[in-house]
C-alpha cells in the first residue's frame, strides 16, 4: 500500500499536464503542416519535399512583412498568400511537365526545389536565426510556469484553418471540383473540370497553410533555414503513421505523436525525444503499414 | 552482339589506363579530386541498384556511407597499429547492421513510402550520431592517422596520394565488376523484373521481400564501403556525412548521371564535383553552389530523365 502510494506521488502531474498543453499545440501546427503534405499527395501522387521549405519561406517572409509594417495577423495573412502564389508557380514550372510520369520523378524535382529555396534563404538571410515577436503577450498561471495564452491562440487558429478548409472541401465549388479530381481524374476533365488548374490551386492552397504554419510557430522557435527539414521529417512520419492522403488521420496522428514527444521529454533531453517518433513509426510500419489511423478494410 | 561487347572493353580499358596513369600527370590537388570523385561514384553506384535496377529510390544512403565511416574510425582507433584491412572488415560490418536493419523495415513499403522512410531512417543514425557524444565524437566527429598500405605479412607502405589513388580505382573497379556481374545474373534479372512489375514478379513466384531485403543489403554494403574509403583518404568521421544531404546528393549523381547504368553514377559525381568546383572558384567559396545545381538537376529531370550517359548513349546511336 505505501509502495503504491508512493509511487502515485512521484508522478509529475503538473509536469504532464504542462507537456500535454505543449503537445497539443505543436500537434495543432504539425496537423496544419501535414494536412497541406497529404493533401498535395493524396490529390496530386507528389511528395512534396520541399514542403518544409515552403514552411520555412512563410516565416522568413512574416519577418519581413512583420519588419516592415508591424503588425504580426498582417504578416501571416500576406506570407500566406505570397508563399501560395510562388507554390502556384512552382507547380507550374516543375511539376506539371512530370504530369503522366513516375511519381517517383516528383519527388526528385521537389527535392531540387527545397534544395535552391534552403540554400537561397541561406545565402540571403544568413546562418543566424531570426526572431518574430509574439502579438499577444498576456499569460496566465499554470502551477509554477507563466504559460503563454498565444501558444493556445496557435493551437485554435490551426483548428481553425483546418476546420475551414474541410469545410471548403466540403461544400465549396472549388473543394468540389478538389474532390472529383480525386476520385477520377479523367471523368472530371470530361465534365469540364480544369483539371490542371485544380492540381496547381491544391498546389497553392498546401503551400499557403505551410506558410502559414511557419508564422505561427515562428515566436516559439526562432526562424532559419534548417528549420524546414526537422518539420518536414516530422510530418512525413505523420503522414505515414496517419495514412497517406487521409486528412482526419493525419491530424490525430499529429496529436498522438507531439504528445509523446512532449512526455518524453519529461525524462530525456528533446533532442532526444525525437527518437519516440521514430519508434512509433518503426511500430506501425511492422504492424500497420497502411497508417494507425485507417479503419481496417474489409 | 559479339561486336558491341568487344567495344565495350576496348572503352573500359581506355578509361581504366586514363585512371590510372592520371595522378602522375596531375597536380596535387587535382589527384585528390580525381579520388574523391571515384569515391562518390561508388557510393552513387552502390544506390543505383536500388533506384536504377529494382526501382526503389533510396533516400537513406548518407547512413549506410556513414556508418561505414564510424565502423572504419572505431576499428583505426582501437586497434594499434592502425590496420587498412581491419578498418573495411569493421566498416562493412556496421553498414551490413545498419542495412539488415533498414532493410528489415523499410522493404515493406513501395515507391515513394520506400524513399520516405529510407529518409528517416537515415535521421535516425544521424540523431543518434550526433547526440552520443562519448562514443562517436557528437558533432566534432572523430579524428585517427591513415594506416598504412598493406599487403597481410608481405607488404606494407605508408599511403601517398599516388598509391591512395591506385587503390581507391583498383576497389572502385573491382566493384563496378563485381556490380556489373550482379546486374546480369538471375538475381539481377529478378531485381529487375521487380522493377518493371512487381505484382507479376510474385505472381511467378519470386519472394519479392527477400529479393529486395538483399537489394538493399547488397546497396548499403558498398556504400559502406565507399564510406571507409572515405575515411582512409580523410582521417577523420564526422556526423555530417550522416546527414540527410549526402544522400540527396547521391540521388542527384544518379540522376545527373543516368539510371541504371553502373558507370552513369561515377560520371554524375564527376560533373557534379567539377561543377561545384568551377562555380566556387568563380564566385568564390561562400557562394551557394546548390542554387545554380539545383536548377540543372531539375531541368534534368524534366528534359532529360536518362541523365547525361543516356543522352550520350542515344545520340551516340543516332
Known amino acids: 500500500m505505501d509502495a503504491v502510494t508512493q509511487f502515485f506521488q512521484s508522478i509529475p502531474y503538473d509536469q504532464i499536464i504542462i507537456q500535454t498543453m505543449n503537445g497539443i499545440v505543436t500537434g495543432m501546427i504539425l496537423a496544419l503542416v501535414a494536412s497541406g503534405l497529404t493533401l498535395i499527395f493524396g490529390i496530386m501522387d507528389v511528395v512534396n519535399f520541399a514542403h518544409g521549405e515552403l514552411f520555412m519561406l512563410g516565416a522568413y517572409i512574416g519577418v519581413i512583412v512583420l519588419g516592415a509594417t508591424g503588425s504580426f495577423w498582417l504578416a501571416l495573412i500576406l506570407a500566406s498568400l505570397i508563399v501560395a502564389l510562388l507554390g502556384g508557380a512552382m507547380q507550374i514550372i516543375t511539376l506539371r511537365p512530370l504530369i503522366g510520369r513516375d511519381p517517383l520523378t516528383t519527388i526528385l524535382a521537389t527535392f531540387g526545389i527545397s534544395l535552391i529555396l534552403q540554400n537561397y534563404a541561406l545565402w540571403q538571410f544568413g546562418p543566424s536565426s531570426r526572431k518574430i515577436n509574439e502579438p499577444i503577450t498576456a499569460h496566465f498561471n499554470l502551477f509554477y510556469l507563466e504559460y503563454p495564452w498565444y501558444r493556445l491562440v496557435i493551437a485554435a487558429l490551426s483548428a481553425a484553418i483546418i476546420g475551414s478548409f474541410y469545410l471548403f472541401l466540403k461544400h465549396g465549388k472549388f473543394g468540389v471540383w478538389i474532390r472529383a479530381t480525386t476520385q477520377d481524374r479523367v471523368m472530371a476533365q470530361a465534365m469540364g473540370i480544369p483539371v490542371p488548374w485544380v492540381l496547381t490551386g491544391v498546389f497553392a492552397i498546401g503551400a499557403g497553410m505551410a506558410a502559414a504554419s511557419g508564422v505561427l510557430f515562428g515566436p516559439l522557435v526562432g526562424v532559419n533555414h534548417t528549420m524546414g527539414l526537422d518539420w518536414v521529417l516530422k510530418a512525413f512520419i505523420v503522414v505515414v503513421v496517419g495514412g497517406m492522403g487521409n486528412l482526419g488521420g493525419s491530424i490525430a496522428a499529429a496529436i498522438f505523436i507531439s504528445l509523446l514527444e512532449s512526455y518524453a521529454s519529461i525524462w530525456v533531453n528533446p533532442s532526444q525525444a525525437v527518437i519516440v517518433s521514430f519508434v512509433v513509426l518503426i511500430l506501425t510500419l511492422l504492424f500497420r503499414p497502411t497508417g494507425l489511423f485507417v479503419p481496417t478494410p474489409k | ?318
Open chain 2, 1 to 318: 552482339m559479339k561486336h558491341s561487347n568487344k567495344t565495350y572493353w576496348i572503352g573500359f580499358c581506355v578509361v581504366l589506363t586514363v585512371l590510372i596513369v592520371a595522378p602522375l600527370v596531375l597536380p596535387e590537388f587535382w589527384r585528390r579530386f580525381l579520388t574523391e570523385i571515384l569515391i562518390w561514384g561508388l557510393l552513387a553506384m552502390s544506390s543505383d541498384i536500388l533506384i536504377g535496377y529494382t526501382g526503389m529510390i533510396s533516400f537513406g544512403h548518407s547512413a549506410f556511407f556513414g556508418l561505414g565511416m564510424y565502423g572504419a574510425a572505431a576499428a583505426l582507433l582501437l586497434v594499434s597499429p592502425p590496420n587498412m584491412w581491419l578498418a573495411i572488415i569493421f566498416g562493412l560490418a556496421g553498414a551490413a547492421l545498419v542495412s539488415l536493419f533498414v532493410a528489415f523495415f523499410s522493404t515493406r513499403l513501395r515507391d515513394i513510402y520506400f524513399a520516405i522512410t529510407t529518409l528517416i531512417f537515415s535521421q535516425i543514425f544521424y540523431v543518434i550520431i550526433f547526440t552520443w557524444t562519448e562514443v562517436t565524437g557528437g558533432e566534432n566527429g572523430l579524428a585517427f592517422s591513415r594506416p598504412r598500405l598493406s599487403i597481410p605479412f608481405i607488404y606494407s607502405v605508408p599511403f601517398t596520394t599516388e598509391t591512395l589513388h591506385w587503390f581507391v580505382l583498383a576497389v572502385v573497379t573491382a566493384c563496378y565488376l563485381i556490380l556489373r556481374r550482379i546486374t546480369q545474373s538471375p538475381f539481377g534479372m529478378v531485381l529487375q523484373s521487380i522493377r518493371e512489375n512487381e505484382p507479376r514478379t510474385r505472381a511467378i513466384g519470386y519472394p519479392v521481400e527477400l529479393y529486395k531485403i538483399v537489394a538493399v543489403m547488397l546497396s548499403g554494403l558498398f556504400a559502406g564501403l565507399a564510406g571507409v574509403l572515405y575515411a582512409i583518404q580523410n582521417k577523420f568521421a564526422a556526423p555530417d556525412f550522416v546527414y540527410f544531404l549526402v544522400s540527396g546528393e547521391t540521388v542527384i549523381f544518379n540522376v545527373m548521371g543516368g539510371i541504371g547504368t553502373l558507370v552513369g553514377p561515377i560520371v554524375g559525381a564527376g560533373f557534379f564535383l567539377l561543377l561545384r568546383e568551377l562555380l566556387s572558384r568563380l564566385f568564390g567559396d561562400q557562394f551557394p553552389y546548390l542554387i545554380p545545381l539545383g536548377f540543372i538537376f531539375i531541368t534534368m529531370i524534366i528534359f532529360l530523365p536518362q541523365g547525361l550517359l543516356g543522352f550520350a548513349r542515344r545520340w551516340l546511336n543516332r
